[in-house]
């Protein structure tokens, strides 16, 4: 079975553009987790969306934002980047009402901004 | 806001040597999640503890959730360089705001020496 799957693994964008991470979940589940792990912060919660809606959302500004597709990929959008977002971002996902027993993650896109 | 207060940080020790980490927090959780990630990799779930007072062993590693569902702890014993790497515990969100939504421990970095 295919774990969760994330692309691109680095990305370098320069400061004010935008950046697109994308996602796919292992096949059956239905939500999906954003979190950005930047140096010396730890792991941060970003978003959380199931069945194509966004359920939840972390201490983040509006121009961190993503979707979920109708096959539960899902897309995570940083606009008017800055350096501080320089981080690994990480997808996990899970059966639906079951993120309570834990997620599985993918590898991660390291975004570095210049 | 919700925290996850881990500790210690660091810890340095030699192959054969028992250790435990903490974690902490004036919330209570859901479940309390224990991970392992390894450099350039995302977290890898090692167990989910749910019910206060819970035990769980996994060979030389025993998990422990705290009667009121606020504290965790990982204890090792006889530690082999294998188990080398960070730890992270995460708290599942109760509800409300926090729902859907993991708070992570800083995180420990665990270096077992021949």
């Known amino acids: 079975e295919a774990g969760v799957t994330q692309s691109p693994t680095h990305l370098i964008k320069t400061r004010g553009q935008q950046a697109t991470l994308r996602c796919s979940p292992i096949?059956?589940?239905?939500?999906v987790y954003w979190y950005q792990q930047a140096l010396g912060l730890g792991l941060q919660f970003l978003l959380w969306?199931?069945?194509?809606?966004?359920?939840n959302r972390g201490n983040f500004p509006p121009r961190f934002s993503g979707r979920q597709f109708p096959n539960y990929s899902s897309e995570l959008n940083v606009n008017a980047l800055e350096l501080e977002d320089s981080a690994l971002y990480l997808c996990?996902?899970?059966?639906?009402?079951?993120?309570?027993?834990?997620?599985?993650f993918g590898s991660g896109t390291r975004l570095t901004v210049v | 806001t919700q925290l996850l207060e881990q500790s210690p940080q660091f810890l340095s020790i030699q192959e054969g040597e028992n250790l435990t980490v903490y974690c902490n927090s004036s919330s209570v959780f859901s479940s309390l999640q224990w991970y392992r990630q390894e450099p350039g990799e995302g977290p890898v779930l090692l167990v989910t503890v749910v019910t206060g007072g819970e035990v769980k062993k996994l060979k030389r590693l025993t998990f422990q959730f705290g009667d009121a569902r606020k504290d965790s702890s990982l204890h090792i014993t006889a530690a082999q360089p294998g188990d080398t790497g960070l730890y992270l515990c995460?708290?599942?969100?109760?509800?409300?705001?926090?729902?859907?939504?993991?708070?992570f421990g800083q995180g420990t970095i665990l270096t077992v020496h021949p």
């Open positions: 996990a996902s899970s059966l639906p009402g079951t993120g309570v027993f834990g997620y599985t």
């Open positions: 096949s059956g589940h239905t939500s």
């Open positions: 969306y199931d069945e194509g809606e966004e359920r």
């Open positions: 995460a708290g599942a969100g109760a509800g409300g705001t926090s729902y859907g939504k993991l708070t």
